[in-house]
Nanobody, 120 residues
Framework: QVQLVESGGGLVQAGGSLRLSCAASGRSTTALGWFRQAPGKERELVAAISWSGGSTNYKDSVKGRFTISRDNAKNTVSLQMNSLKPEDTAVYYC???????????????WGQGTQVTVSS
């Protein structure tokens, strides 16, 4: 079992930055990811990181703007979001896969979500 708690969402103007954090408890050897879901749209993967931190992947539209990182000593994962755009507005969810790599993750555990709103 893995429990996930997100923090750090909020309201920011376009071009601004936010940092999301997720504290994980329970099993620690997991791949971690950030998803988002905008109103009327499907949930989508934004970024993922392997258990070792050696592998990451990003949704094309956030490459160069967002950075995912993890601290295994603290069992946390973060998403640094820069140059935010109104289209980044969504509820952001932290997720965990019991498979430690990100080649074929199975996202079985989810946080409650945190709202990110980017105003134009």
């Amino acid at each position: 079992q893995v429990q996930l708690v997100e923090s750090g969402g909020g309201l920011v103007q376009a071009g601004g930055s936010l940092r999301l954090s997720c504290a994980a408890s329970g099993r620690s050897t997991t791949a971690l990811g950030w998803f988002r879901q905008a109103p009327g749209k499907e949930r989508e993967l934004v970024a993922a990181i392997s258990w070792s931190g050696g592998s990451t992947n990003y949704k094309d539209s956030v490459k160069g703007r967002f950075t995912i990182s993890r601290d295994n000593a603290k069992n946390t994962v973060s998403l640094q979001m820069n140059s935010l755009k109104p289209e980044d507005t969504a509820v952001y969810y932290c997720a965990a896969s019991l498979i430690p790599t990100i080649t074929s993750p199975v996202w079985s555990y989810w946080g409650q979500g945190t709202q990110v709103t980017v105003s134009s």
